[in-house]
């Protein structure tokens, strides 16, 4: 069984909406902060968003227009995209790691990762 399954990408264009799920097992989602990254090619890596312990928290960038949440009967986290960009076309990652709070945004910092699911926002 995957620990993290991305899915709900899509093509998109700018102002649309968008809602990913990240599917985790249960010991990870049990044991782990989850969060959620985006990569575009030939970039790092970069935090988007998460939840733990009943707080938010965002990249600036994204702030007013996407929302985390998660379902814990159905072990999945949700990353919900409003009013989408040209900037925000990237491969979104689930990520499942035990960050202290200074680490929650770096990619080092966790441990499992899905296999990723496109968004691509065109103008």
């Known amino acids: 069984q995957e620990r993290l399954v991305e899915s709900g990408g899509g093509f998109m264009q700018t102002g649309d909406s968008l809602r990913l799920s990240c599917a985790a097992s249960?010991?990870?989602?049990?044991?782990?902060?989850i969060a959620w990254f985006r990569q575009v090619p030939g970039q790092e890596r970069e935090f988007v968003a998460t939840?733990?312990?009943?707080?938010?928290y965002y990249l600036d960038s994204v702030k007013g227009r996407f929302s985390v949440s998660k379902d814990n009967a159905k072990k999945t986290v949700f990353l919900q995209m409003n009013n989408l960009t040209p900037e925000d076309t990237a491969a979104y990652y689930c990520?499942?790691?035990?960050?202290?709070?200074?680490?929650?945004?770096?990619?080092?910092?966790?441990?499992?990762w899905g296999q990723g699911t496109q968004v691509t926002v065109s103008s």
């Open positions: 990520g499942a790691g035990r960050p202290i709070l200074s680490s929650l945004r770096n990619p080092p910092s966790y441990y499992y």
């Open positions: 939840i733990r312990q009943g707080r938010t």
């Open positions: 249960t010991d990870t989602f049990s044991s782990y902060t």
